[in-house]
């Protein structure tokens, strides 16, 4: 077999990989399934441990009688990073822990960086189809406490944050974590 042959041989042989490669891409894009049939990534509500350790990040007693009005946790996307959870967590009480009691805020945030953080991670949640939480106005008013417990940023604009927000009327906890 001479040289050329070779060559010939791998050129086709690559050809044939890249061939069934655009195949399976056009399987997967045009295929017998359905857009609403295909795997997706995995939403569900929040399980009973993710909500009790969110509970204990923000300094709250989960001993308490508390109840679920709504959560959702959505899987790490095929990159890793990108997740959105929340909860709506209706409290029997709000006494923050010593350690974290100087994490929340009560008078609206100031910050223009936390304000767009605050206003992404409630963007993030009504794109979700979350109903229960607030919009970022009024979340940043005086009726809601608000922890920041985690904010990450990528050239000043957030792309990930751990919000807590409690609504003083209704004994409300909302908790937020996101990251694209």
Same mark, same amino acid.
């Given at each position: ?16 990989? %890249?061939?069934? /490669?655009? +195949? ?9 399934? =359905? ?10 509500? &929040? ?6 350790? /969110?509970?204990? *990040? +923000?300094?709250?007693?989960?001993? !308490?009688? $508390?109840?679920?009005?709504? =959560? ?6 095929? #990159?890793?990073?990108?997740? @959105?959870?929340?909860?709506?967590? !209706? ?8 350690? #974290?009691?100087?994490? $929340? +805020? ?8 936390? !304000? ?7 963007? !993030?949640?009504?794109?979700?189809? %979350?109903?229960?939480?607030?919009? /970022?106005?009024?979340?940043? =008013?005086?009726? @809601?406490?608000?922890? @920041?417990?985690?904010?990450? @940023?990528? *050239?000043? &604009? ?9 609504? $003083?009327?209704? *004994? ?9």
């Amino acid at each position: 077999m001479t040289f050329g042959r070779i060559v010939g041989a791998a050129l086709q042989a690559i050809g044939v990989a %890249a061939l069934l /490669a655009v +195949a399976a891409g056009a399987y997967w894009i045009y295929g017998p399934a =359905s857009v609403a049939e295909r795997p997706s990534p995995i939403v569900e509500p &929040l399980d009973g441990g993710d909500l009790r350790t /969110a509970l204990a *990040r +923000a300094g709250v007693d989960a001993a !308490q009688d $508390w109840s679920v009005i709504a =959560s959702l946790h959505s899987e790490t996307g095929l #990159v890793g990073r990108s997740r @959105f959870d929340y909860a709506c967590i !209706q409290l029997q009480r709000f006494e923050p822990s010593a350690d #974290v009691a100087q994490d $929340w +805020a009560r008078e609206p945030e100031t910050n223009p960086l936390l !304000q767009q953080a605050l206003a992404a991670a409630l963007d !993030q949640a009504g794109a979700h189809g %979350a109903r229960c939480l607030p919009d /970022a106005t009024r979340a940043n =008013s005086t009726d @809601f406490a608000r922890n @920041f417990a985690a904010v990450e @940023f990528d *050239r000043r &604009l957030p792309n990930a944050a751990v919000i807590f927000l409690y609504e $003083w009327t209704t *004994r409300r906890l909302y908790y937020i974590d996101f990251a694209s």
